[in-house]
Structures are given as structure tokens and as C-alpha cells.
């Protein structure tokens, strides 16, 4: 029996992995199905209800053709590919816009074979999926068959704008048993193409997840979240548009705090090597003030991503030469960048 496991695979993630993997060790607890039991069928592979079914020689996935957040066929081939290593009877097939006609085309293509279209669902959500069964209603040699279980809640849309934010949970989206060279691999190929494309609607999620704010010595009556994330992720696109090493992104943390705005020298912005980390404090100030603090610090990020910030063990700048060469750069370069930034707002005619 032949598994024809069509997808838009953009990427190919854990989930995907594990099905292959459950498919062709013989435990993935499938259910046979059709358009007339497609519920009944799903709801048992949610519940995890074994069915007998035949076993699995070989898989064939067949990548979409389209494109999705700069991620191309030719990328999911290369991670498909990575994977292929860890799975055994693996064939890939790509190049068709909707793989789900591709799948067809093969199980008509070799009428003396039997196949399972697989659908994978992992939630309620997904049962609705299982009517694309009827791609093969004239396809006597081919059944239907549901998979669902751990590791296959999954997704691709997370995983894009994890990437971005450079989060340190991406590492669970993917198969436990490719090394960390690989991993690496997958992981510059998702840096650069959700980069290269979609970029506005890819930072507008990440900051979504990414953007936490903190109260601290405020009254309740004047709390309340600043609008700061279309300004921020706006500055960001710009960095990325010229070209400025910044990612992957840092997460940002907005903290309110009276007794710290009350002070000349208190706090208005950090950065944390270790953690990645920008640090807004934003009771009292304008949001332009806010904002080119924010660019401020991704120099330091920036710098942090190049090695640069390594050895500085005071914030004194009359201690550390190199310090102050440091700050220098971040003083210039952000103000300039934060400035250009802005000027290319204003001849846009958008203001807030």
C-alpha cells in the first residue's frame, strides 16, 4: 500500500514528519474513510480509536506549487529532503499548483496499485478537510485515510512568525531527530524567505506575540496599553528594507513606571544580550520618544548579533573605551535611522 500525502508544505514541519513517520512504522492508528463516513471517521482518529487498517510500504508527498511568505517549492523539497534521512520510502514530487490534483494524477497514473490519501487533522477545526477525498472519487484504487495524534497540531502560519521573532520555541516545531546542523539549515531557509516576502503582515503577527508590557508603581485609572506596535513594527520593516542586520528579532517588553519617570536618571530603554531582549519604559513620554529609544537599542541588538558586545563588564562610559565606541555607533546610527525612517513616513502622508 502507497500513502499519497499531499500538502502546500510551506514548511514542512514536525507534523508532517510525524505522520510520514507513523505511516510507515505501522502505529499512526489511521482511519479508512470517504466522503459518506468522513465525520464519523475523523472523530474516531481524534479520539484515538485504532482501526484496522493495511500497512504503509511507502509515502509520496506531493509539494504545492505556489508560493507562501517567500517559502517556494524548492525550499519544502530541501527540508523534505533533510527529513528523508530519518524516514525510509519516502518519495518527493513537486511543481504542481494544487497537490491535491497531483496526488490524483499519480494514483491514475499506476491503476495497479493501491493507495491511501492521507489527510492529517488535528483538531475539530480540521474535519472539514476530509471532503477533499472527493479529488479521488474516481480513483477505485484509492481510499481515504485520516490521521491525527501527538506532534501533529501543528502551524505552518506560528511557525513563519516564530521564525521572525527569532522565538526560541521554533527548535519544537521540527523532528526531534535531525542534528542541529540541520536544524540550522531549515532555519536559514525560513530566516531569508519570510524576510524576503509579506514582511509587513509576518512582523504584524510577531509583535502580536512578542510585545508584553509591565506595570510598575501605577495607579489603576491611568493604565492602559500605548499604541506603539504599528510604530515599531514599521521601524523594523524599514531596518529590514535597508538592509540592517536585526535578526532575528528581539522580544520587547513595554514597563510602566511612575517612581522611575519621576526620576532624572532613571530608565528610559535596555537591551539584554543574554536574553535578546528590548526594554521600553514608557510612562511620561511621547511615543516618537518611545520609539527612537526602541531604535537605540537595536543597534545594540545588531551589535550584539555580530559579536560585538562581548567583554563590556561596566554601563560607564568614561570606564571602557570600547564602551564608548559602542554607544557612539548606537547614538549615531539609530538617530539617523530613526530619522530617515521617519521622513519616509511623512512623505508617505501617514500619520496616526
Known amino acids: 500500500m502507497i500513502a499519497l500525502y499531499p500538502g502546500a508544505y510551506k514548511p514542512p514541519h514536525k507534523g508532517h514528519f510525524t505522520v510520514v513517520k507513523r505511516l510507515l512504522d505501522g502505529n499512526h492508528n489511521g482511519v479508512v474513510y ?3 463516513n468522513y465525520l464519523q471517521a475523523g472523530e474516531k482518529a481524534l479520539k484515538g480509536d485504532k482501526v484496522k487498517s493495511q500497512k504503509v510500504d511507502k509515502v509520496v508527498v506531493f509539494i504545492g506549487g505556489n508560493t ?27 511543481g504542481e499548483k494544487n497537490p491535491m490534483y497531483a496526488s490524483s494524477k499519480y494514483a491514475k497514473a499506476n491503476p495497479n496499485e493501491k493507495f491511501y490519501a492521507i489527510a ?7 474535519l472539514v478537510d476530509l471532503k477533499r477525498v472527493t479529488t479521488f472519487k474516481n480513483r477505485e484504487n484509492v481510499d481515504g485515510l485520516v490521521v491525527s495524534g501527538d506532534g501533529v497540531d501543528q502551524r505552518a502560519s506560528i511557525i513563519r512568525g516564530l521564525t521572525l521573532a527569532g522565538n526560541t520555541r521554533l527548535r519544537n516545531y521540527f523532528p526531534d531527530e535531525i542534528s542541529d546542523e540541520e536544524f540550522e539549515e531549515i532555519l536559514n531557509i525560513m530566516k531569508s524567505s519570510t524576510i524576503d516576502e509579506n514582511i509587513s503582515n509576518a512582523i504584524e503577527s510577531t509583535f502580536s506575540d512578542f510585545f508584553t508590557e509591565e506595570v510598575e508603581n501605577v495607579k489603576e485609572e491611568t493604565k492602559g496599553k500605548l499604541e506603539l506596535k504599528d510604530y515599531i513594527a514599521s ?12 535578526t532575528p528579532l528581539p522580544e520587547i517588553k513595554t514597563i510602566r513606571d511612575e517612581a522611575n519617570a519621576a526620576n532624572f536618571f532613571g530608565r528610559t530603554a535596555h537591551y539584554s544580550p543574554t536574553e535578546k531582549e528590548v526594554v521600553l519604559y514608557i510612562e511620561g513620554r511621547h511615543q516618537k520618544d518611545i520609539v527612537r529609544s526602541f ?29 564608548l565606541e559602542i554607544e557612539k555607533e548606537a547614538y549615531t546610527l539609530g538617530n ?17
Open 34 to 36: 470517504d466522503i459518506d
Open 68 to 94: 507562501r511568505n517567500g517559502i517556494t517549492p524548492e525550499h519544502a523539497e530541501t527540508i523534505w529532503n533533510i527529513y528523508k534521512k530519518y524516514l525510509g520510502n519516502l518519495e518527493i514530487v513537486k
Open 120 to 126: 492529517g487533522i488535528r483538531d475539530e477545526d480540521d
Open 235 to 246: 521601524v523594523v520593516e524599514y531596518m529590514l528594507d535597508e538592509g540592517m542586520n536585526i
Open 295 to 323: 531604535v537605540h537599542e537595536m543597534i545594540h541588538h545588531m551589535q550584539n548579533l555580530e559579536g560585538r558586545l562581548n567583554h563590556i563588564d561596566t554601563t560607564n562610559t568614561n570606564e571602557d573605551d570600547n564602551l
Open 336 to 352: 539617523i535611522t530613526f530619522r530617515n525612517w521617519e521622513d519616509k513616513i511623512k512623505n508617505k502622508g501617514y500619520e496616526k
